[in-house]
């Protein structure tokens, strides 16, 4: 299972590209794995709203289950990827790059610091 | 994507057959009078088929031939009850006394229905301990709607506004958080523990004055009895919260354990599973719910319930009422009154012993499977099961076969796979039913079936990969059906581009 280096992850297995105070979010690729093929992806947020870590931001559908996707940390939704939702299949295809779901501005940097990364990841016990 | 060819070959369309000028039928003379229809509702052609009766009744046949039923075949879908629907129900059901009736006729002249309806309600309240009951509802999701709004008006009628949080555990039926947020519900998901309990922990830090109560299945749908069940009635109650039992596993339970007395408030009943009424394909269902004491003002009517006693030469009067504080309908009429006498007649052929004898052999033939099984696959809870049980659809020495896979191979056996992916907290999820109809040879070719499967998962991947290979369509793409949500009638030929 790949998981880049310079991203941080949750152990919900949302990824973060953290660039100044500016964070581009997605699902990793093990979550695109175990949904297996994405029919769905829905946006509930605007760009200009303000949430708080661990509130759901995006639903994503596979022929097998739904999954909810949530802030890995708070802050204000300035973009949101939507040419994903007419092409759900690059979540599968490319989820680190084509399928970035939402842009934000970080609002409480040290909350970055809780997050994981690729080697925590890696090594984050699962049921399966 | 499915050859159209080949689904020619199999049988052609109604369409297909007709020939112009053939005719199965003459209508009658009309016994009203003719009126023109207003202009413009007048069509100009109605391109109907054409076709005599024999061959409509042998193309629905064949059609009927190339599905699988509970009629033709196992059906282990787990968390859907699908036993045998005894003909005898279709009988009753037909009596002209209860077809031909009109549910706009004068209570007085439909006195028997009212009282098959007032019966009805008695054994159900009979067997669940429960004070009140709608037979309204028209299915099960539609039962947990009634049931969730009857808690929220309980709440309001009292001025307890704050109470907007339902607590659903992870392992629940996906309509269980979605009847909660149709009523306008905060959706709080309670994790399970390691033995497939609600975690108490987590549960009771969410009992507080916010809550509105738990929705809850048990035997849940891991097929496991809760051993919590108690504390965590307690917990809620303790909190001012209410306990919703989804009924949908009734069928491990019935004249064994009453939901009223281990502390449930409401709970749907699932005719269509527990007392063998017509399970899908346009069923259609039933959903009646039963409530405590303080919750039956809150029901919705009409309600059956004796007007009049009667006495030694007089049949009591049956009549319809509405509750006090009622809801409000939620069905027409009625409710699906036809389920209603087809369960009657389930409950009335069994009787109380039966029903219990029913549901003691459900729960014996899903632990004779998991028996059977264990050594074969993973059972991730592997604990005495009630009448369903869950295991893996996966090896780690297999990783390229999936529990769908299996489904699908299963299918070249002429056997029904079971619930897949569900519930979500189990990888690879295959969830068995195998209801109490079904005898030891048919549970054994099963099993025998199972372990096949998975020694040809081990040998010949592909066999499975590519399955399934005796049915009429080889693998759908399931991918493409859900992305391109395009149902058309017509054939790619005649597609306008």
Known sequence: ?128 | MPDLSTSLKVEPTVFDISSPGRQGHYFPKSDVPQTNLPKGFVREDLPLPEIAEVDVVRHFTRLSQLNHGVDTGFYPLGSCTMKYNPKINEETARLAGFAKLHPLQPTETVQGAIGLMYELQEWLKEISGFTGLSLQPAAGAHGELTGVLIMRAYHKARGDEKRVKMLIPDSAHGTNPASSAMSGLKIVEIPSDSRGNIDMDALCAECDDTLAGIMITNPNTLGLFDENFKEVCDCVHEAGGLIYGDGANFNAIMGISRPADIGVDVLHFNLHKTFSTPHGGGGPGSGPVGVTEELAPFLPGPIAAVLDEGNAEEPPLFGLINPEKSIGRVKAFHGHFGVLVRAYTYMMMLGGEGLKAASEHAVLNANYIQARLRDTFTIPHDRICMHEFVLEGHWDDALDIHALDISKRLMDFGIHPPTNYFPLIVPEALMIEPTETESKETLDVFADTMIKIAEEAHTNPELLQTAPHNTPFGRLDEVKAARELVLCCWFPEDKEE
């Open chain 1, 1 to 128: 299972m790949n998981f880049p280096k310079e991203l941080k992850y949750t152990e919900n297995d949302e990824w973060v590209r953290v660039e100044g105070d500016e964070g581009t979010v997605g699902i990793t690729d093990y979550a695109q794995d175990q949904l297996s093929d994405i029919v769905f992806v829905e946006f509930l947020v605007d760009v200009g709203e303000t949430f708080d870590k661990g509130d759901t931001f995006a639903t994503v559908e596979s022929v097998k289950a739904a999954a909810d996707v949530y802030m890995p940390v708070s802050g204000e939704v300035v973009a949101i990827n939507e040419d994903l939702p007419d092409a759900p299949e690059q979540v599968n295809s490319d989820p680190y790059g084509e399928a970035w779901m939402i842009k934000i501005k970080v609002s409480d940097a040290s909350e970055l610091s809780d997050l994981l990364d690729a080697a925590g990841i890696e090594n984050l016990e699962r049921d399966h």
